[in-house]
């Protein structure tokens, strides 16, 4: 999620209340968002320096703030505070306007035709009698460089384009040339600039704009905007011109937003002046401009009408799980900056009718209503329910029972990626491969080439990546494995495994062996050898198998050996010290000491012994 960086004095003076950090994160919370970092701006710097200095008491506190990644509205302290406010319930929600003003009155914007093959939309408009200091001013900096990052997804679909009115001369004009006939000062620059050697110029010295190059560098044509003394006001997306840069004199701020996309443009343009209109002499008014294309149609921006849309009562108590009033669900919709009014249908059915403001372009269906009403009631309030839709399947039910039995055990659950690279699942383990792995036919990298086909290599990188933990270190994980199947649909299928891997210096066949048994006991299996209805085991190597369990406690497990007529052979254990665990007349899982090979390969230096067994089967 987007995180905003606001400094905490400024914001608790916009919110008209101050709070602990306990306080504020508990509002954060209830309204949606999350404080993720307290920090300051000379302790940004220390950190990336790798410094150790003690904060000064004279630094100012920043709050990192996550927002929802489609709540653009919250992308500066301006648009956060407001939220806040109205949520608090300190502040009505505001009415954004137009100014009474003819089409005659307003100023243009006339786009030329080739401006089709590149970027073929623009949007304007103007923020009259604006009042900057130097925080308003770099918020306003600040809110384009995000919107910039989100919505505009890195410039490709919208650039943002904000101008000193009065050093321009209306009408303006959206026009498409070759670059060599583009001549002008860009931002930040003693000279004039070519477009073309323009476009060199940032490539060798500017690592920033440099990013940007690419949207329109390949181009016969390059975007730019006209006053009517040709006076270029930008080269969209890559860089405004010099001589209508805002300033901290600034009064009249001339805002056009070119785009790919006329819909994101629309709400690019509606954020940035719904935000700063607070700080015009008229508050939340916006002066339109009128956009005139090359087949006569025009259309006057911004468009700050609302969005209207009717959302039934019982839907909303129906998925918040809470039974609530008409009344009662328009006053929650109030602090989320939603307006609504009540009426009963035909059938008695209350219908709730929401206007959307412009800030909240967020809001597109009544999913998003409801939403906001369950945020406003508090999730916290929301009485604990299970559905009957929400009950776990058998498998997952037997999962997590499975789970409770090996964690009694002194085993720590871990998490893996199902995706692996194809050596780690078959020549890391010492494997031939066996053609059974679902290939994955366009990976990002080498590390997720497959599907993996057992928990094993897993669970060793983890092992690998532990090395400096104390020993032993004893892990399971229960998750899906794939593997080919003619007889299913899609042609593989998924199985449930259970892996554990114990690590460490005496680790040996007894503890896999114990653990498989307790297992199986707890499953509710007897012992029964050679029966259909118990469990038992088969050894893989029977000289060396009756070695290692001629001691008198595994005696009874020697009858075992007399029922061995083939052998499964597992490479990536060690011969003699690996078993097969039979159940109902079915393999249905391995265990024993891993290979030392295996070991190298995964970097360990420490005795390893692992067990995976099929828990599919016991349904």
């Not at 890559?238 to 006329?262: P, R, W």
């Not at 680790?507 to 007897?526: I, K, P, Q, Y």
Request: hydrophobic share 40%; glycine share 4%.
């Amino acid at each position: 999620m987007p995180t905003v960086s606001v400094g905490r004095d400024r914001l608790f003076a916009a919110i008209g209340t101050t709070y602990t950090k306990e306080e504020f994160e508990d509002l954060c919370f209830r309204f949606g968002v999350e404080l993720d970092e307290e920090t300051t701006e000379k302790a940004i710097i220390r950190k990336e320096k790798h410094l150790d200095e003690e904060v000064g008491d004279d630094e100012e506190i920043i709050y990192k703030i996550e927002v929802p990644a489609n709540r653009y509205d919250l992308l500066c302290l301006e648009g956060l505070a407001l939220a806040l406010r109205v949520f608090n319930g300190q502040q009505e929600v505001p009415k954004y306007r137009l100014p009474n003003i003819s089409k005659d009155s307003m100023l243009k914007m006339h786009v030329k035709p080739k401006t089709a093959f590149i970027r073929p939309y623009v949007v304007c408009a103007v923020l009259r009698d604006i009042t900057f200091d130097e925080a308003r001013y770099n918020s306003f900096i600040d809110l384009q460089d995000k919107l910039h990052q989100n919505i505009c997804r890195r410039r490709t679909l919208v650039a943002i384009g904000t101008h000193d009115l009065d050093t321009l001369k209306a009408p303006f004009t959206y026009e498409a040339l070759p670059p060599e006939e583009i001549n002008f000062k860009p931002l930040k620059q003693n000279k004039n600039f070519r477009a073309d050697e323009l476009m060199e110029f940032y490539r060798m010295n500017d690592l920033k704009l440099k990013k940007f190059l690419h949207i329109i560098e390949d181009s016969p044509v390059y975007p730019v905007l006209y006053d009517s003394e040709r006076t270029v006001l930008s080269l969209p997306p890559i860089i405004n011109g010099a001589h209508s840069a805002i300033t901290l004199d600034t009064k009249n701020v001339f805002i056009e937003c070119t785009a790919t996309d006329l819909t994101k443009a629309k709400i690019v343009l509606n954020t940035m002046v719904t935000t700063f209109s607070a700080y015009c002499k008229n508050a939340f008014e916006v002066e339109p401009v009128e956009v005139i294309y090359p087949d006569g149609k025009s259309y006057v921006y911004p468009d700050l009408s609302v969005y209207d849309m009717e959302v039934p009562l019982s839907y909303i108590s129906g998925s918040v799980g809470v039974s609530l009033e008409a009344e009662k669900i328009a006053g929650l919709l109030k602090r989320m900056q939603l307006i609504a009014k009540m009426s009963q249908s035909d059938d008695k059915q209350w219908i709730s009718h929401v206007s959307v403001p412009p800030t909240r372009s967020d809001v597109l269906h009544p999913c998003d209503v409801m939403e906001d009403v369950a945020i406003a009631y508090g999730y916290n309030n929301i009485p604990w329910k299970r559905f009957p839709s929400m009950k776990s399947l058998p498998l997952n039910q037997l999962g997590d029972l499975i789970r409770v039995e090996i964690v009694a055990n002194g085993y720590t659950e871990v998490l893996t990626w199902i995706l692996c690279s194809h050596r780690e699942i078959f020549s890391l383990l010492n494997r031939e491969d066996d053609k059974s792995a679902v290939i994955i036919a366009n990976p990002r990298s080498s590390d997720f080439e497959v599907v993996r086909t057992t928990l094993m290599p897993g669970a060793l990188k983890v092992i690998a990546h532990n090395k400096d933990h104390p020993k032993p270190i004893k892990i399971f994980e229960v998750g899906d494995v794939a593997r080919l199947d003619e007889t299913q649909d899609v042609g593989a299928a998924n199985h449930r495994l259970l892996g554990a891997l114990y690590c460490g210096a005496n680790s040996g066949f007894e503890d896999m062996h114990s653990l498989a048994c307790r297992l199986m006991e707890a499953m509710g299996a007897a012992f029964e050898i050679g029966d259909d209805t118990g469990y038992y085991f088969k050894p893989s190597d029977v000289s060396v198998f009756c070695v290692r369990l001629s001691s008198a406690a595994a005696l009874e497990f020697l009858d075992v050996l007399h029922f061995v007529l083939c052998v499964l052979k597992a490479p990536e254990f060690l011969p003699g010290r690996q078993a097969s665990i039979i159940y109902k007349g079915k393999r249905i899982g391995i265990f024993g000491i891993v290979h030392p090979q295996v070991l190298s390969n995964f970097d360990i230096s420490d005795p390893c012994s692992f067990l995976e067994l099929d828990i599919e089967l016991f349904l």
